[in-house]
């Protein structure tokens, strides 16, 4: 169980996760030990990895949105979290959840899709 009221998938998001999967077999499990622990000692326990940061200049305050940079997936052996994986995510701090956004490597794509984040909430 999570510390989370409630977190949420996006359909983008699951598209981008299910082609993933696909080269990353363990990616699920990663994902669900990335929001019971780095979520949580980020946006519960206020210890900051340096591996989320927000992202601002979206044109909105809230929710919140960041990116993670530190994620550690097994299927990249030897990466440990410097794996290349990009999370981005929204935090709704005042009801306590969270909905995954988007989910893409590094050498595939350079940045996170301001585009989709901004039709969301914008």
């Known amino acids: 169980m999570t510390d989370f009221s409630q977190i949420i998938y996006s359909n983008e998001f699951n598209k981008d996760f299910k082609k993933l999967t696909k080269k990353y077999p363990s ?3 990663d994902l669900k030990t990335c929001i019971t622990i780095q979520l949580k000692l980020f946006h519960k326990l206020n210890i ?10 979206l044109g909105f305050e809230q929710p ?11 299927s990249l052996k030897g990466t440990g979290n ?5 999370i ?11 909905e995954f956004i988007e989910i893409y490597h590094k ?11 901004q039709s969301k909430y914008n």
């Open 27 to 29: 990616l699920e499990e």
């Open 48 to 57: 900051d990895n340096n591996g989320i940061f927000q992202i601002s200049g």
């Open 64 to 74: 919140k949105i960041f990116k993670i940079k530190k994620f550690a997936c097994k």
């Open 82 to 86: 410097r794996s290349g994986i990009r």
């Open 88 to 98: 981005i995510y929204a935090y709704f701090e005042d009801i306590n959840k969270i």
């Open 107 to 117: 050498n595939k794509k350079e940045l996170e899709d301001k585009k989709r984040i």
